[in-house]
């Protein structure tokens, strides 16, 4: 079965220090991964896909497929980036989405 | 279009209730997806549909939970009887196929 995995319930940052939220994903076939975030009193939205390969706000993920790892990244944090963000995996013919249970950054002065 | 549409945004009941959360997802969209968000399990898929037909249910806690879609841009989740348990926020989504799924903005239970 399908699974993702963040490890990490709370990520806390200082402005300009470097991000990384961590993803693992267990699945048998090719995977498609995302990342979402949830700014405060938002709701979800799409941060980026692997099969895109572009940065958005800052933000880069790539898929490893050795490690079955698909880390967010971005090399200097700002004030609003603070938000949960959520790893997903897509998978099946279906297309069931299925998601970590989040990871909140919190990057402060 | 105004986005995926959920109502009630709030809703406070008694252990026992029954409780319908509503869903109006984007227009054209072929999918429809039921979240349930927890502090303590984050996102979890209860149910979802394609083309109205329920796909995969197996996120359903159990028989007191209850989904349906009568139509393209109509969905309900009923929980009959309520338990305390099941406070949470219930995000709906929608997609095309093989596109973005768009959140709509929660509906936040609480049971007491």
């Known amino acids: 079965a399908q699974r993702v995995t963040q490890p990490e319930k709370l990520l806390s940052v200082f402005k300009g220090a470097p991000v990384e939220l961590k993803c693992n994903y267990s699945?048998?076939?090719?995977?498609?991964l995302f990342w979402y975030v949830q700014y405060s009193r938002q709701r979800l939205q799409l941060l980026l896909r692997?099969?895109s390969r572009e940065s958005i706000k800052g933000f880069t993920a790539d898929l490893n497929k050795g490690e079955t790892s698909f880390h967010l990244k971005k090399p200097f944090a700002q004030e609003e980036d603070s938000a949960m963000y959520y790893c997903a995996l897509l998978t099946g013919t279906a297309s069931k989405l299925t998601f970590g249970t989040g990871t909140r950054l919190q990057v402060t002065l | 279009d105004a986005g995926v549409i959920q109502s009630p945004r709030h809703e406070v009941t008694e252990m026992g209730q029954e409780v319908t959360l509503r869903c109006k997802p984007i227009s054209g969209h072929n999918s429809l997806f039921w979240y349930r968000q927890t502090m303590m399990r984050g996102l979890e898929l209860l149910i979802y549909?394609?083309?109205?037909?329920?796909?995969?249910d197996s996120g359903m806690p159990e028989d007191r939970f209850s989904a349906k879609m009568p139509n393209a841009s109509f969905s309900t989740l009923k929980i009959q009887p309520s338990e305390p348990r099941d406070s949470a926020v219930y995000f709906c989504?929608?997609?095309?196929?093989?596109?973005?799924?768009?959140f709509g903005e929660g509906s936040r239970l609480t049971v007491l």
């Open positions: 692997h099969i």
């Open positions: 699945y048998s076939g090719s995977p498609e």
């Open positions: 549909f394609n083309n109205n037909v329920p796909i995969d």
């Open positions: 989504a929608s997609r095309e196929f093989a596109g973005e799924l768009f």
